[in-house]
């Protein structure tokens, strides 16, 4: 059967996201360029490749306890190490770098896994994709004083690292640089820091406080995903771009605050909008709230803005409201009832997905299309009722349970859930639901993310789908996005004609 869809990043133990972006580490992931075509030489010690400006160490003795990098070979500068130069070394207990040093190349230690302390000198201008990848007894990271970029996966999984510099000329952080480095507390961040990558310091547990310099334009999705000692986070003056769930997991994440003169977005009652307070974006999952009262004037519940909200039981929706977005409810247990308004059009995915304690559902006639297993895993919903406008329900949208077992290919395999009752019929039986959001840029993803991922759009995608002018009343029924406006349009349209 199909795998079970969701729009969000259940990393991990469910959708990434999200999720964590790695690149497989197998020996075929760090193919390097063969001896045969690249000049090559052994002084007994290492393997030296030649390169522009001096000679890059290219391979050495796995076998190997300590290593004092030479600063010069045959009369060259050695100025890099090879991708993969150290590749599981894992015997590999201490490294002093040469005084010439200008690059550490990818996977360049990936895999050292006896390594304790690691002193990079200010030489280092460039430092490959996850060169320090599993090191997993690295305790003491110093990074050049120069670096401009920590790039995707530097210290993916260096699970006992807890010491970190920040350099001052520090621009972007990349993706999943130190996911799951799980006794990591990361010093602050240092002005001049525009971008963090998806997952950067997901499962990082010892984080304490998530706060951003006002140089941040951009931070990905599951940024802080499992850190669970966050309780609060200001969004910078220049944020403009935000990852979707960026603290899933942060169950003590109580309250988001907005800067002000941040264009973008804005903070209620610590639930945070978007889109002057059309869009709410993200409700934090510690706060201990029962009861919620979505404001009028919002017209899209982004992608999974309650997700794993526990302590709600019941949400008031205003009449404005066009739009829920993929799992937006996931996970909320407590929810007992959803009585949505007239004028609601779209349910997207996974929605309201693993309510296990939602009884009761009013849908509105205005409905137009429910997507993909939108109250997917709801076992104490026993009936629905189908407005007659609705042109489309997703698979396994209503009436479905996980039923414990997987088929051959390891997937699990759905139930119905017994004495569910179904009234009322659609025109057609299936449809493709698109994201209102868009998750991550990553292009590899863990494997049940990637799963996920496989239905959702590049960033440009959405960007050209939310920016199209579409008219529905020109428009012949092909899908339900051909009959429907996109959130955000009558803003926009609105902006051009003030």
Request: aromatic content about 12%; some cysteine; charged content about 20%.
């Amino acid at each position: 059967m199909k795998l079970r869809k969701t729009a969000v990043l259940l990393v991990a133990f469910l959708m990434m996201l999200f999720c964590i972006p790695v690149t497989v580490f197998a020996d075929d992931a760090v193919q390097q360029t063969t001896e045969a075509e690249v000049k090559t030489y052994s002084d007994g010690s290492f393997t030296y490749a030649y390169v522009d400006g001096g000679v890059a160490l290219y391979s050495c003795d796995t076998s190997m306890l300590a290593v004092n990098l030479p600063d010069e070979s045959n009369g060259r500068k050695v100025v890099e190490i090879s991708d993969a130069a150290f590749y599981q070394c894992s015997k590999l207990e201490y490294v002093k770098f040469g005084r010439y040093i200008k690059k550490i190349g990818s996977y360049a230690f990936q895999g050292c896994s006896s390594l304790k302390t690691l002193v990079i000198p200010d030489t280092v201008e460039e430092i490959g994709e996850y060169a320090f990848g599993s090191c997993t007894q690295l305790k003491d990271l110093t990074l050049p004083k120069k670096l401009k970029t920590i790039p995707e996966g530097m210290c993916f999984e260096c699970i006992m690292l807890e010491n970190l510099n920040f350099p001052e000329t520090l621009e972007s952080i990349g993706l999943s640089a130190f996911y799951n480095c799980n006794l990591l507390n990361p010093p602050s961040f240092p002005e001049g820091l525009q971008k963090i990558g998806d997952y950067a310091f997901a499962f990082c547990y010892a984080v304490m406080k998530a706060e951003l310099p006002e140089t941040v334009t951009e931070v990905g999705s599951a940024v802080y995903y499992g850190c669970i000692n966050i309780t609060e986070f200001t969004v910078p003056k220049q944020l403009e771009k935000m990852g979707t769930l960026m603290f899933m997991g942060c169950s003590n994440l109580a309250e988001y605050k907005v800067e002000d003169g941040n264009p973008t977005y804005t903070e209620k009652d610590g639930v945070l909008y978007k889109d002057d307070m059309k869009t709410l974006y993200a409700y934090p999952a510690g706060k201990t709230d029962v009861n919620f009262t979505v404001p009028e004037g919002v017209t899209v519940i982004y992608d999974a803005a309650f997700f794993s909200a526990l302590h709600l039981e019941e949400v008031l929706f205003p009449s404005t409201l066009q739009y829920i977005g993929a799992g937006a409810f996931e996970y909320c247990s407590a929810l007992k009832q959803v009585y949505l308004p007239e004028g609601v059009e779209i349910i997207y995915e996974n929605a309201f997905a693993d309510c296990t304690n939602l009884m009761d559902v009013h849908l509105p006639e205005t409905l137009k299309g429910v997507g993909n297993y939108a109250f997917y895993t709801c076992p104490a919903l026993k009936e629905i009722t189908i407005p007659k406008n609705c042109k489309s329900i997703g698979d396994y949208a209503f009436g479905y349970i996980d039923s414990g077992e997987k088929d051959d290919n390891g997937n699990p395999v759905s139930k119905k859930i017994e004495g569910f009752q179904q009234h009322g019929t659609v025109d057609i039986s299936r449809i493709l639901f698109i994201s209102l959001g868009v998750l991550v840029s990553a292009v590899i993803i863990f494997f049940l993310i990637k799963i996920i991922r496989k239905n959702q759009m590049t960033s440009e995608e959405h960007e050209a789908i939310v920016q199209a002018d579409i008219k529905a009343e020109d428009a012949q029924y092909v899908n339900i996005l051909d009959e429907i406006e996109k959130p955000g349009q009558n803003s926009e349209e609105q902006k051009k004609n003030t």
